[in-house]
């Protein structure tokens, strides 16, 4: 047994439960595909990546070895893919053989995942302005029991077929004319799809919202909107706006799952508009609270209700796009002698954090890159004091660092059980921020305005992309690795092999020594690995396999910093390695 | 050159010819979720009658109504039409792979009420509620104001996120008073008639200066630019831009 499996194993007598309630057929079907049981989803097989980060847990790890410290350096091109052009974010899946691949507009395939070969394809007909924009894209699809789960850009729950890429139900989850959209993907947990929504942009009341759909269905079971309802505590907390005049919380990405506490974790992003004095959560109004839940908050739910059980808030009144809607990583934690089921969490500051995943209590934090906008932050509570002079206002320009796409960004950290270290690919840079006036409705604007312009952190030497290396244990740094180009958007990746894989700006992706950080082998790519790089083996042949493309913030934002760093506009693809005879 | 932070798209989504290819002809996007769209149609018409070109009108009529699209702006721009009318001259607020031209018409944020006896913005008191459309340029003129007065003397700013919500939230009485893009409320007082009903507070703090509106285009194409900056210039100074406004139904003037 690996050690990533520990902590699965004590729920054997659960799963043994779940088979007998779910209803879910289990046997091979009559074109020899094998459903993906829950049973596998809690504990997938080594050879396979069904979900976004692989398991429940979101270590983004994979327990092959075949790859190793020794001969990552013998890695060689085993075959690639031209993918549909465009922003590119996605993370392949793989089962039992076959790789499913999410494309820019909602193309789907699915590859021999050992020779490259396609079987299937399907193309979603969206609606001609969805079909050039960087709104249908998704970061990751999700295998569960007969079906192949995604999002479209037009806003469906689609079901595919996994066997012939026939769609078996789509079920609409929201307006997409109105600015909603997914850019996370599902997660499938004991016959639900839970998904979080984003894009809410468009001055709706309620904000972003989680849903539960019937895996078997497609119904809707609940929706949890994302913005604390009125009448409730939570709601109070908004600097006495109605609801109709409280924006934002995007879910942007995919949650995790501890089955023994059956607890689903997603958290959120920040109110809209990103200048609190706009939003109206500043100037803080006497007898009033501007917390603004559950923005920048990670919530605790059930499953099959949506239930929230409990929820923590990670910064309050975020007025600097400073998301903590990322993946939220499981692990058990050793504190003063005692195990601790944790969630550790990592949000735009690049403040690595830990909550007690039964309750939300917070456990300690350590900061990585420099940031100027938390000063202090509470030892026993986790409150953070926030310096205010990095507080953005009407008519000024602030400095704030890091600047708004953040020190780290949608791309995903990875854990590792064989070093208790948590590997965070991440960038160092500031904007110096001046409000401006957006446009009726325009309470989203994406960054798209000038209101943030890039500089260099304080002492820059040029390097502006790190991975670190934090051992969860004590906290400390075990390593970190400084280079030129900023990360961008390029997820870590973490082996049974001791490997660490991620990427940078400059097309290279990279492998890691994961205790020392030693750079062990490298390759240039055809464009960024702007993806979530997996492994997995077919016929015990273990793979590497990285999609690269362009689009997305975080890569743009480098151009006037790092000019010299030039990539092509277009030409998405995925690169498979394999090590060679 | 140094790079701008542009949009990274694919060459397949530029499929169309290059607005500027042909030299007998100006293509001109016109955004139809604007109130004034029917004015920018005929300001385009002048505008090519004045350049001596043959007018090629690109309705955008996007179904997504909602947030600041930049990348279809960029491909539109690159793409589809020479210029795209209809964009508040406000400096530093937009990327900077945007240009302008110069202001073909101004127009001006507006303090309204449906109360009687608020004339003068001095006679809402302390502790009124104002709504606002958030974040646009009015909304700000008020935010600094309000935040420079002592906390008790305040105002109470309600922001609201679209046009037609605030007019609402005013026709229901849950605002004193709103803040609002003239040519907005004038364009929802068409299917509203109690809108119309509104009346201006005299509030300069708010209304002035009026905000100028232009062309947007892509900012290596400083020739067109110039181009359409003398056309503009000569509209405005023989008359046929303020005979186009007053055949409009927009509130605007011709820019100073």
Known sequence: MKDHQRWFRPYSYLLALLVLISGVGFAQNSSGFNPVT?????????????MWRRTYNAWGYSPLDQINKENVGDLELAWAWSMVDGRQETTPLVYDGVMYLHNQGDTVQALNAATGDLIWEYTRDLPGELATTSSSIVRSMALGYDKLFFVSGDMFLVALDPTSGQVIYETSMGPWEEGFRVTGGPLVINGVVVTGVSGCGGAQPGGCYITGHDADSGEELWRVNTIAEEGTPEGDTWNALPYESRFGSSAWNIGSYDPELDLVYWSTGQPYPWIAEMSGLSPLQEGENNDALYTDTTLAMRPDTGEIVWYHQWLPNDTWDLDYAYEQVLVDLEIDGETVPAIVAVGKLGIVEAIDRRNGDWLWAVETVYQNVVE?????????????DSFPHIGETTVNCPADPGARTWAATAYSPLTNALYLPMQEFCSDTTPNPLGEGEVYTGGGRATFARRPIPGSDGNMGRVDAINLGDQSEMWSHRMRPANGGSAALTTGGGLVFTGNLGRYFMAFDDTTGEKLWETRLSNLPNGYPISYAVDGEQYIAVPVGHGSGPSTAFAVLTPEIRNPAGGSALYVFKLGN | MAQLEEPQLPQQWFDERSPLSDQQSISICLDSRLPEHDLHERLAQELASALLVDLEIVEVGRERHVEADYEHLYIDLINRCSIYLGFKLYPGAYPEWL?????????????????????NFGDLAPGSRVGVTQGTDGDIRFLAYNNSLPAASRYHRLPLGQPDIALKALSEGRVDALIIWEPWWQHLAQGQPEYAEFSVINAPLVSEPAVPVGAALYTERTALRSLVDQAIQILTQDGTVQRVIEESSVPAQPAR
């Open chain 1, 376 to 388: 202090s932050i509470d030892p026993v509570t986790g409150e953070k004091t926030i310096n205010m």
């Open chain 2, 99 to 119: 240009d302008f031209t110069r202001p073909l018409y101004q127009a001006r944020f507006v303090l309204i009420t449906n109360q009687e006896g608020l004339s």
């Open chain 1, 38 to 50: 829950d049973e596998i989803l809690l504990e997938p097989a080594d050879d396979d990546w069904v």
